[in-house]
C-alpha cells in the first residue's frame, strides 16, 4: 500500500499563553484531497491549533509542513502565497458593493493590484470572466449584481468563501463554517464545501457534528490541548474516550 499523500502536517505543536498550555504536543497528518476536521469540547483548544496552522499565532515549541516545506516560521501572507489560506470573516466582504465587485476585488488582491480598483473600466472588465466563474462556483449568480450587504447570512458566507477561492488555494481552512446559519443555509454550505473540496484540501473547526459527519473524511478530536482520538466519524463518534470527554465538558 502506498504512504498517505500528506498536504499539511504538525508535530508536537505546542502553544502557552502565560503558563497556561492550550496546545500540547498535537501531531496532525492532513491528506491531500481530504475534509478533515478539528473538533472538541469547548476549551480544547481547537481556535488556538487553527490559529497556530494558518500562522495568526506562533507556536511555543513544535512544527508545521506544508508540501513537505517547513513553514513554523512564515507570517500569515507568506503562507497564502504557498496556497495555505484561511476563510476570512465575513465583515471582510465589502457591504455596499455588489458579489460581482466583491469577488473581482479579490481577484486584483491576487494579482497585487490592491487598492486600485478604480482604475481604467478595461482592466476591470478582464478580470469580469473569472470572477463570474467563481460566482457561479458558489452558487450566487442569481445575486451577481447585489449589493453584498443586502444577502442573507448564509449567501454572504458563500460570497466570502468565493473571495477566498479568488486567492486560488491549495488547501482552505475554514473557521466554524456553519457558525451562526439557519438549518437552510447550513445545507447550502454543506453542499458548497462539498463541492469546493473536489479540486482542493479543506480543514475546518466546526461545532456542528452532524456536518462534520456528514462532511468529514478523517477527524481529529481535541481534548484539553491534545489529539484524544482520531479516524473516520463512525470511529471517533463511539470512542469512549470521546463520549466522556463531551459529557464531562456539558455537551451530553
Ligand atoms: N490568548 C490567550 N491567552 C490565554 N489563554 C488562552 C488564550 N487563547 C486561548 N486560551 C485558553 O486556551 C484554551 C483553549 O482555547 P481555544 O479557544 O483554543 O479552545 P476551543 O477548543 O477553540 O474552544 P471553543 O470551542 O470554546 O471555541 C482555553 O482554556 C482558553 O481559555
Redesign the pocket.
Known amino acids: 500500500m502506498s504512504s498517505p499523500d500528506i498536504i499539511l502536517s504538525a508535530r508536537k505543536l505546542t ?1 502557552r ?2 503558563g ?1 498550555t ?2 500540547n504536543g498535537v501531531d496532525l497528518d492532513v491528506e491531500r484531497g481530504t475534509i478533515h476536521a478539528l473538533i ?12 497556530l496552522l494558518t500562522k495568526f499565532l506562533q507556536p511555543s515549541a513544535g512544527n508545521i509542513s506544508f508540501n513537505g516545506r517547513d513553514i513554523t516560521g512564515l507570517a500569515p501572507a507568506a503562507i497564502a502565497r504557498l496556497g495555505v489560506v484561511r476563510s476570512f470573516q465575513i465583515s471582510a466582504v465589502f457591504p455596499r458593493m455588489s458579489v460581482l465587485e466583491n469577488v473581482r476585488i479579490a481577484l486584483q488582491r491576487r494579482r497585487g493590484d490592491s487598492f486600485d480598483f478604480w482604475r481604467n473600466q478595461k482592466v476591470l472588465n478582464a478580470y469580469d470572466e473569472e470572477a463570474r466563474e467563481r460566482v457561479e462556483e458558489v452558487g450566487l449568480t442569481e445575486f451577481i449584481g447585489e449589493t453584498a450587504g443586502e444577502l442573507s447570512y448564509g449567501r454572504k458566507r458563500a460570497l466570502e468563501i468565493a473571495t477566498t477561492l479568488a486567492l486560488e488555494p491549495e488547501m482552505l481552512l475554514l473557521d466554524e463554517p456553519m457558525a451562526g446559519m439557519a438549518q437552510e443555509d447550513v445545507s447550502r454550505i454543506s453542499a458548497l464545501i462539498r463541492r469546493i473540496a473536489a479540486k482542493r484540501t479543506i480543514l475546518m ?1 466546526e ?1 456542528n457534528l452532524s456536518v462534520v459527519a456528514d462532511l468529514s473524511d478523517k477527524i481529529t478530536v ?1 481534548a484539553r ?1 491534545e489529539v484524544l482520538a482520531e479516524g473516520p466519524y463512525e470511529a471517533v463518534s463511539k470512542d469512549p474516550r470521546v463520549i466522556e470527554a463531551y459529557i464531562g465538558a456539558g455537551h451530553g
Open positions: 502553544k499563553f502565560s497556561f492550550a496546545v472538541g469540547p469547548n476549551g480544547a483548544g481547537k481556535t488556538t491549533c487553527f490559529n473547526v461545532h481535541l490541548g
